[in-house]
C-alpha cells in the first residue's frame, strides 16, 4: 500500500482516532510526522506511549504543524473547533478531514469558507481492528491527488468507498451502524443457544466465526449471496424450515423498512 508522506494532524484523540494513528504506522507513516491534540490529556500520554506520536493540548498548533489535518471530534463542538484553527486552515490551505458523525460539508464551509478544501468519511467501528469500511465524500474544491491521500489514510484501516455526500445517509444506515446489527443478530443466535452444552465464550466464538467465515465465503465465492444461501438450504431440510419462519414473519421487509428508518433518521439528525 501506498504511503503518506504529510504530517497528519488529528483533533480529537478519541477511539477514531487512535484506530487511524495505528493504522497510519502499521503501515509505514512515521510517528513524528503525526501529531494529536484533546483536552483528555489521559488520551494524549495514551498515544504518545502507545505509538510515539507528537501530541498537544492546543488545536492551534495542530494545525499550524499539519499539512493534512483530521477533525475526530463530537459534532456538537465541532463549530469551536474549526472556529480557532480557521485562519491557519485558510493560510496554509490544508486538507481537512472530517469524520465528525452528520456534520456536513456545508456546515464545515459555512465556517471555514467555501474555498477550503474538504473531505467528509464516514468510518465504521471495525477499524479498529483493521477491517473498517469507510465512505468518503468531498467538495469540489478538492483535487485527485486529495482523494487518493484519503484512500490511503483510510485504506490503512480496511476498505474504502467513494460516493456523492447525499449517499451517506444510505451508507450510514447500512454500514456504519452495520456492525451493531451484526452484534444484535449475535446476541439473537445467543439467546437461541441454550440447548447448546458450552460457555459463553465458546458459544460467542463458534457464532462469530460462522458469521465472519459466511462474509469471507460471500467475498471470495464467484456466486451470488442469493446462490450461496441455496446451496445450504436442502429441501425438506433444517435450513428450510428456518428459512420459511423467516419468511412468514417477513425478515426482508422488516429489515428494509429498518435501513429506510435509521436513512431517515441520519438525515433528520444532518439537518439540526
Known sequence: MKKLNEIIGF???????????SGLINNGHEPSKIISSSPE????????????VMTSTDNQKVSEESNLIILAVKPNIIETVLS???????????????IAAGV??????????SSARIIRAMPNTPASIMQGVTAISSNERVEETDIEKAK?????????????????????????????????????????????????????????????????????????????????????GVTQRAIEEFEKEDLKEIIKRSMKAAEEKSIELGDK
Not at 490529556?41 to 510515539?52: I, V
Not at 476498505?159 to 451508507?171: G, M, N, R, S, V
Open 11 to 21: 483533533i480529537g484523540a478519541g477511539n477514531m482516532a487512535t484506530a487511524l494513528i
Open 41 to 52: 490529556k489521559e488520551h494524549l500520554e495514551k498515544l504518545s506511549r502507545d505509538f510515539g
Open 84 to 98: 480557532e484553527i480557521k485562519e491557519t486552515i485558510i493560510e496554509k490551505n490544508n486538507l481537512v478531514i472530517s
Open 104 to 113: 456536513k460539508i456545508k456546515k464545515i464551509e459555512s465556517i471555514i469558507g
Open 152 to 236: 490511503i489514510l483510510f485504506g490503512s484501516v480496511g476498505k474504502t468507498a467513494e460516493i456523492k455526500e447525499k449517499e451517506l445517509d444510505i451508507f450510514t444506515a447500512l454500514i456504519g451502524s452495520g456492525p451493531a446489527y451484526v452484534f444484535y443478530l449475535i446476541e439473537s443466535l445467543l439467546e437461541s443457544s441454550q440447548n447448546l452444552d458450552l460457555s459463553i465464550d465458546d458459544k460467542v466464538n463458534l457464532i462469530a466465526s460462522m458469521i465472519s467465515g459466511s462474509a469471507n465465503l460471500v467475498i471470495a465465492a464467484s456466486d451470488s449471496p442469493q446462490n450461496l444461501r441455496k446451496n445450504v438450504t436442502s429441501p425438506g
